[in-house]
């Protein structure tokens, strides 16, 4: 999955992916994440999810990385918020009080990035990628990510093969994180109105 992949969707409305409504599983379980007022929560490949915005409501600090420029301005356009933007080296920052994107590579991040983020959502990150870079993906984690942290994480399984969304099976779950993490399914349900599909939630906690 090349950069150009992502950005061509983005540029040509392709973006299926993209929820029209807050995640009802982060709604359900996001208090599993047990986090106090003010403490950062990061969200991988965030598009211009309003699952963010939610997660501004219920008190926390929110930072996010996305590919494409178009949905970052998207985020702050449609959703009427003031943003502020500057750029480094590596990436471009969309800065609206507690909320902090990050445009450019998740590849590019490093452990100095993430100093300050207490939990992770990913509900659309580890499913886009195909095998050979979702295993790059979790190392990147496993080596940004301070220790203490939890993850709530949703996967999916299909059973066509292709993507992306990409099957995330329960044991390639285990084989990414099993190793730092303790993991307990939270639940699971048919996803995306196709009764044959399958996501879980998952709750990862540091050991």
Known sequence: MEKAFWQERWRNGEIGFHQAEVNPHLIRYGSELNLDAGEQVFVPLCGKSLDMLWLLQQGYSVSGIEL???????????NNLSVSVSEC??????????????????????????TDVRAVYDRAALVAFPPEMRRRYAEL???CLPRGVKVLLVTLQRPSAGGPPFTVTDQEVS????????LQCLAEADAWDRPEWREAVWLLTDR
């Open 68 to 78: 494409d420029r178009t949905a970052c301005d998207g985020f702050f356009r449609e």
């Open 89 to 114: 080296s590596r990436f471009q920052h969309f800065r609206h009080q507690n909320l902090e994107l990050l445009c450019g590579d998740v590849f590019d991040l490093t452990p100095d990035d993430l």
């Open 141 to 143: 984690l496993l080596h």
């Open 175 to 182: 084989n990414l994180f099993g190793e730092r993490f303790e």
